[in-house]
C-alpha cells in the first residue's frame, strides 16, 4: 500500500527533564510551587477493504490485493508517573505549552497482577481455543482508563516524541518494516522515552489472502527485525486492517506473540470513529490511531494528540501504557 508521504528525519530535542526543572523554578519563582503531587479507519483508506477487525476467511479462500540511534534517557514502568510528582501550576504549564486545555489526567498505578484476556466473542477463529493470542478491543478493567496506540511508521515527527515525553502520555507503537526502514533511529529514540515497539507486519497485506508461508515472512520476519534493530522482541501484534485468520494466530505464536490488540475507537486530528453504537470511551478501551501528519490528514501529530487528548480528558479518563495491563 504505498502512499505519497512526507518523510522526516528523527531530530534532537530537548530533554524533558531540562524543561520541566525550568518550568519548575518558574513556578517556585511565581509562587505557585505549593502542591501535590467501531471501528477506524479512514473513510478513503478503507472503503475498498473487508471490514476491520474480524477473522478473514482460511488462507486461499477470499484473495485480497495486499500493499506491498542516539543517546537518552531511558523510561522505566514508573517513569509513567514522573509528572504526578509535579505541582498543578507545573503541571498546567507543561499542559498550555502544548494547546490543551487542561493537564492530562493521571493514570492510577498499573495493576500488581495483569487482567486475563481472553478473545473477544465474535472475534473467534474457525478450530481455535485458548491456547491462541487472544484477540480484544478492551482490557477488562475497573480503572477509568484508556490505551493510545499508533500503526504503521510513516510520518517521523520530532515534536511528537517531545510533546508525549513532557506531557507523561504513554503509547504504544504497531510498526510496519517498510514504512520505519528509513528511519530506525527515530523509533529508537521513541523507544528510549518508554515506547513499546510491537508488530504490524514487514508489509502492511491483507493477511487472510496469503497463504501460510507469506503469512510466516510478514510476521515473523518483523519479530526478528525488531529484536535485532532495538533489541526486544514483541509479544504484541496488530494485523493490518484488523484482519486475520486461524493461521495467523497460529503463526504469531510460534514466532512469540502473546496478545493480539485491536481496537475500540480510531483517533484522527479532527474527529474520532467508534466501534460501539454508544460512541463513547469504556475503562480498558483501546485506542487506535496512525503515524501520519499533514501530508496525508489535515493536521500535525500534535494536533492529533491535543484532538484525542481532549476527548479522553473531557470524559474522565487517563491514558495508561498497554503494556502493563497486557
Known sequence: MPRPERRRGSGGHRPA??????????????????GSGGQGGGEAEHRERPAAGNPGPEAGTNPAAGHPGGAGRVRVPGDAHENAQLTPAVRARLAKKWGLDRPPLIAPRPPAVKPRITTREGFEVKGGDDSLPPVFTTVPTKDRVVFLTMDDGSEKDPELLQMMDELDIPYSAFLSDYE?????????????LGVNLNNHTLNHPYLPGLSHAEQKREICDEQDIIEKR????PRLFR????NYNGDTLRIAKSCGIKAVPLWNAEAFPDHMEWREEDQDLHPGDIILTHFRGRAEWDGSMADLVRAVMKTVTDRGYAVARLEDYV
Open 180 to 192: 520505519v526502514s528509513d528511519n530506525y533511529g527515530y523509533f529508537g529514540e521513541a523507544q528510549r
Open 230 to 233: 532495538f533489541g526486544k522482541r
Open 239 to 242: 494485523p493490518p486492517y484488523g
Open 17 to 34: 527533564r531540562a524543561v520541566l526543572a525550568a518550568l519548575l523554578v518558574a513556578a517556585v519563582g511565581s509562587g505557585c510551587a505549593s
